[in-house]
């Protein structure tokens, strides 16, 4: 069975650094792409970033690039996300999710998402 | 960026109704359109993928369709685990979800 558990979340002032992590198990995870996706108090969901098996290929969404930085140890079969300059609409609940490929692409959907850690950035 | 414009927003609907939520997007993306049930204090489950495709274990009683920039998600005969928040999710060009449609009781 596919677990993914996140943790690292808490409250950070504006302008701060959070690091999360996402704990996986019961799949090959070097063999599958890995995903962050956020969900703002009472809102939707929104892509924040993804990365390739091997690590070799990281995409970010406009809002998060040059701020966050994704990345994974398949030795250790984590995937976690650095966040830095954080401002308080980055509030959120943030969770990873398993893409069904190696590298995203086209065609590419979540098939397993863990329970979330929610980031609250507040002064 | 590739938007996704779902309707509506939200519906009430009964125990076996039938429903249908739109989603939209603002170029083609072929079949590369993915369904999400979130239910509230959990995470996303995807329900149909590549437009029309039944993800493992989900019912039957969902179904896709569309291709281009139109696409549908239908529940035949909605059941009270039913009630939930579903988004429509293109991959075509990098990754954009709609906004949700909440299902609600009526």
């Known amino acids: 069975e596919v677990q993914l558990l996140e943790s690292g979340g808490g409250l950070v002032q504006p302008g701060g650094s959070l690091r999360l992590s996402c704990a996986a198990s019961?799949?090959?995870?070097?063999?599958?792409?890995m995903t962050w996706v956020r969900q703002a108090p009472g809102k939707g969901l929104e892509w924040v970033s993804s990365?390739?098996?091997?690590?070799?290929?990281?995409y970010y969404a406009d809002s998060v690039k040059g701020r966050f930085t994704i990345s994974r140890d398949n030795s250790k079969n984590t995937l976690s996300l650095q966040m830095n300059s954080l401002r308080a609409e980055d509030t959120a609940i943030y969770y990873c999710?398993?893409?069904?490929?190696?590298?995203?692409?086209?065609?590419?959907?979540?098939?397993?998402w863990g329970q979330g850690t929610l980031v609250t950035v507040s002064s | 960026d590739i938007q996704m414009t779902q309707s509506p927003s939200s519906l009430s609907a009964s125990v076996g109704d039938r429903v249908t939520i739109a989603c939209r997007a603002s170029q083609s993306i072929s079949s590369y359109l993915n369904w999400y049930q979130q239910k509230p204090g959990k995470a996303p489950k995807v329900l149909i993928y590549a437009a029309s495709s039944l993800q493992s274990g989900v019912p039957s009683r969902f179904s896709g369709s569309g291709s281009g920039t139109d696409f549908t998600l239908t529940i035949n005969t909605l059941q009270p685990e039913d009630f939930a928040t579903y988004y429509c999710?293109?991959?075509?060009?990098?990754?954009?979800f709609g906004g949700g449609t909440k299902v609600e009781i009526k």
């Open positions: 990365i390739s098996g091997n690590s070799g290929s990281t």
């Open positions: 999710a398993k893409d069904v490929v190696v590298v995203p692409a086209a065609g590419d959907w979540f098939d397993s």
């Open positions: 999710q293109q991959t075509y060009n990098q990754v954009s």
């Open positions: 019961g799949f090959t995870f070097r063999s599958y792409a």
